[in-house]
Every structure is written in C-alpha cells, then in structure tokens.
C-alpha cells in the first residue's frame, strides 16, 4: 500500500457535532494528527453541512450547504482535500460532490445560490472529501502506525462498527468496491486494518454497517433504543470489550440508547463505547483525557486501567 | 394458499373456517383461509403525481415491485407493517384508503439507506418515504410528525446562524412537541457525564448556550435560502392542489 503524501496536509472540517456532543472526537482526531505528523488547517468559517434534516426540506439547499464548504475550502485556502471525520459530514460532501456531477439542476441552485451569498461556487472536482479513516489509513498505513504504536491495544476485542452514512447510497462513493485495498461498502474493514495494526483484536461482527436510528434519536425514540440494543447485544455476543465508533452521531446515539434501554426496558449491556481515534491515540502513547476520554458519557477508565493504557 | 405477507391483508377481510367443504373437498385446516373478493372503485389518480412533485419522490415512477426495500428495511425488521414496497404500490395504483391505514407510521423511515443501496431500479425509496410522508401531512391526513418538527426546528437554526449548537435543537424541539426535557434516561446521561468532570467540554457548551455559533457574514446566505424555500414550497403548493 503507497502512502499518499497529499493527505499530510488536509483541510479539516469538524462539524457541529464535533464542537458540541462529540467534541472528544474532534479531540482525539486532532491529538492522534498531531502525534502521526499530520497536519490539519481548519476550514475557515464553516457552516453545518444540513446532517441528516435539511435534505427533508430540500435536498439542493444541502447541496448548497455542503458545497459552500468545499467552495471554502478551495477558493479561499487553496486545499483540494478536506477531512471530514463525522460520517454525516463526509456524507454530505460526497453526496454534494456526486450531484454536482451529475445533475444540471443542482448545479443550477448551487450557482445560484452562491451568488446571491457572495462567494464562489463549488464546482464538482475541485474538492476530493476523505473520511479520517482514509486519511490515516493512506497518509500513514498500517505498517507505519504499526511502527509508531507504543502502548499496544493488544488483548483488547473490538467490533467495529461503521454506520449507514459512510457506505450507503454506494453510488456516491465511487473509490469504494473498486478492488483489491479499496473500502468495502458492504463489509467495510479500514478500520479494522487501523486498529489490528494498533494490536486490537477485531472480533467478527455482522451488523457493522446497521442503523442506529440516529436520524431519529430522539424524535422516534423507542425505535433507536430498539436498534441500538440490537447493536450492543450483538457486539457482546461476538465478543467484544468495546465498540469502536467514527460518527458522532452513531457514538452518541449508543451511548444515550444504553442508558435508555437501562432505564426504558430495563435491559443493560455492559460494552464500552469508545471513538477509533481514542483507542488509537492511546495506542500512540496518549492519556486518556488527551484524546477526551472523560467527554465520554459512558466511563471505561476501569477497564483502561485493567488493559494497561491508562 | 400460502401467504407471505398476511400482514397486509385486514383482519376484516380475512375468513376463517374450521370446518369447510367447496365441491366435496374438505378444505378446512390450513386450507381454509380465504381472502373475501372486493371492487375497489374509488382511486385517488393525483396521488402519485403529487407525491412525485415533492422532494425524494421524483422516481416512485421506476418502481418494478421487486420488494429489495421492504426486504432490506432497518424498520420493517422491528415492525412488519413497515412496508414501502407495498406502499409505492398502493400509491401507484392510487388506492388512498389503503394508504391512510399506515398513515401514522410511514414518517418512522430512520433513512439508513438500505433500500436506496438495494434498489435496481434507482428509485431512492427512501426518497419516496420522506415525500410520502410530507404528502400526508400537508393534504391534512396527518398532524406534523416528531420527525418534520425536528427537520424544521433544525433547517430554522442552519438557516438563521449557519451552524447547529445542539442543546438549543433540543430544548426547541421538546418545547415544540411538548415533552418534558427531564426524562430520566436525560438526567442519567447528564448525571455520568458529569461525573469525570470534563471541564473543558462544560464550559464550551455552557458558552454556546449563551453565545450561538454563528457562520461570519451569513445574512446573504440565509435570504438566498429562505427565498429558495419559499419558492419551492410555492410550487410544490401548485402541484398538490392541481
């Protein structure tokens, strides 16, 4: 696997969630970054990219939002890569992409539109958005961060689990599927790749691509503590300590619908919840609370203290 | 007759036999399930041009009834009458009547996509859902759902600041449905995250609370979108009432 030297330096683009709910992921992205090398230039005054709302309004004004942040990213700070961490993020900005390549009419809106804000339109292949999955996983590799690990995560069982929003609709990731090394949109594994390298133990874990019902977390809340719980169970089932998460949403969402199932349903099932990028960090010899460890609402510093990494 | 999908026929045009003979053949047991024949005669021929005319609902014309969405539905897992393959067909066929019978749980689509990922045909059912849903609720067959409360309550705060501040999202959406905030799973989750004190994260959404994050320089952006909308809701408005 070539390292790509072009991902070094990345436009970074947070996101709401990660300055509010997720904020230990924008934590630990940033601590894991800084001590991999990597450089990260916030995108300079960015706006939410719609989530998983504004698109049940209008779908184009989600283009829009999402394309004034790629618009940002190349007009104003001259970067053609943006990292986006948060899986509806990424999402967006790829379905914005894929629109913008392939529909006149959002092309259309999107041009009309910023130019009525003032500023410049996207146009679809100024901007190539990764996932920082694909950011560490093609700038370093595994070999690389398998060199740099000092506290190996070795005796810990992971299920990883990705979500809806980074494999689903396929056709706006159009690097996926494509071969030997590419992500998977139906069994994903870069994560996997990242955290075996950090001496993990991943465990087979079917539903790594279910829905936690994030969409609906809290305006359909008996639904999500039913999806979650599927999700907790099987990953205990599999054999998991914990579960590796890259969205904030889908991180949040296990976290609350843990507690509520508890509370709701009575059912409780003891599983951390824990950002890749924070069992990588301490894989790299960081502190739990560098890569915000104790921003989490579930506390796994017992079982950190039992595995040696904190 | 074996019946996959019982779900979708109503108890009331289900009839059971213990003890039946047609034509000398006992036909009772297993066999005496009958579904009763009926005319249907009043169909609603708008419904899928309107539903068509709304957004994520352009493609419901591709549909070849495969059923891959209703097979690889997050919700029809937890609730079988959660069905968009059946759904699309009752609007294509324009049976209204048959539809009103799931008003109240079509909106529950959790759009994670599986069915837009399964779909030969690019229909984007998950599309369909969100259309279908708002159809309802602006011909009057249903009130506003939790889920478009927190669609609004969520595009308002894009709309007006650029950015979400989230516990501002979720004090206005518990108001607008009128729930209480301090549900005990809430007070739970407050309760342990507070109990590693991360003061930093506390005071960040302390000030946040306060201080809403704002894009710099939003105003243009905010009056292009909002007219964008009103445009669009006008013509949607045309289309419904056609």
């Known amino acids: 696997m070539t390292t790509k030297d072009k991902y070094k330096k990345v436009a970074y683009y947070p996101g709401c969630a990660l300055e509010g709910t997720g904020h230990s992921y924008n934590r630990s992205t940033k601590a894991v970054g800084k001590a991999l090398g990597l450089d990260l230039v916030e995108v300079k005054n960015w706006n ?42 990424y999402h967006n900005l790829k379905k914005a992409e894929y629109d913008l390549k392939h529909d006149p ?30 950011w560490i996983k093609d700038s370093i590799g595994e070999e690389g961060l398998a060199e740099r690990v000092k506290n190996s995560l070795s005796g810990i069982k992971v299920a990883n689990y990705y979500g ?23 069994k994903p594994h870069f994560m996997d790749d990242l955290l075996a390298a950090a001496g993990a133990e991943n465990v087979e874990f079917p539903l790594k691509t279910a829905c936690c019902g994030g969409a609906h977390t809290l305006s359909d809340s008996d639904t999500s503590t039913k999806l979650v719980l599927n999700i907790l169970k099987a990953a205990k089932l599999a054999g998991a300590d914990v579960i590796a998460t890259e969205c904030p949403t889908c991180h949040s969402g296990l976290e609350m619908h843990q507690i509520r199932a508890e509370k709701v349903l009575g059912e409780t099932v003891d599983i951390k919840i824990l950002y890749f990028t924070q069992l990588l960090g301490m894989a790299l010899g960081l502190k739990p609370r560098k890569v915000g460890v104790h921003e989490n609402v579930s506390d796994p510093m017992k079982f950190l203290k039992q595995k040696g990494l904190a | 007759m074996p019946i996959h999908e019982k779900s979708l026929i109503r108890p009331e045009n289900l009839k059971t036999h213990e003890e039946l003979v047609i034509d000398g053949v006992d036909v009772s047991g297993h066999w005496s399930t009958f579904i009763e024949s009926r005319v249907v005669s009043d169909y609603n021929e708008a419904m899928e041009d309107e539903i068509a005319a709304l957004p994520g609902g352009e493609n419901i014309h591709r549909c070849w009834q495969c059923g891959s969405c209703t097979n690889s539905c997050t919700v029809n897992a937890i609730n079988p009458d959660f069905n968009p393959r059946y ?19 079509i909106w529950q689509c959790v759009s994670c996509n599986k069915c837009t990922y399964a779909c030969p045909r690019d229909v ?70 507070l109990r590693n004190l991360p003061v930093g994260l506390l005071t960040r959404m302390g000030l946040a609370t306060f201080v809403a994050p704002k894009t710099r320089g939003w105003s243009s952006a905010a009056a292009a979108m909002q007219e964008y909308i009103d445009e669009q809701h006008e013509k949607q408005e045309q289309a419904l009432s056609s």
């Open chain 1, 164 to 186: 809806c929003m980074y494999t689903r609709p396929r056709h706006i990731f159009p690097e996926k599927d494509a071969g030997p090394g590419s992500e998977s949109t139906s």
């Open chain 2, 124 to 193: 984007f059912p998950e599309g369909v859902m969100k259309a279908t849903a708002h159809w309802l609720e602006r011909k009057g067959h249903t009130p506003k759902s939790p889920s478009m409360h927190f669609d609004e309550v969520f595009t308002e705060q894009v709309i007006k600041t650029g950015k979400i501040e989230e516990s501002r999202t979720i004090r206005r959406f518990f108001s607008r449905t009128k729930q209480g905030l301090m549900q005990p799973w809430m007070i739970e989750m407050v309760k342990r995250l």
């Open chain 1, 48 to 89: 939410c990219c719609g989530a998983m709302e504004v698109k049940n309004i209008d779908p184009k004004l989600q283009t829009y939002l999402s394309s004034r942040v790629m618009s940002v990213a190349v007009n104003e700070m001259d970067m053609d890569v943006v990292m986006a961490p948060c899986n509806g993020c």
């Open chain 1, 105 to 134: 009419e959002s092309v259309e809106v999107v041009a009309k539109l910023s130019k009525k804000a003032g500023h410049k339109s996207y146009e679809s292949g100024q901007v190539e958005t990764i996932h920082a999955l694909d």
């Open chain 2, 87 to 105: 759904w699309i067909y009752l609007i294509r066929m324009g049976m209204e009547d048959e539809l009103l019978r799931d008003k109240d749980i």
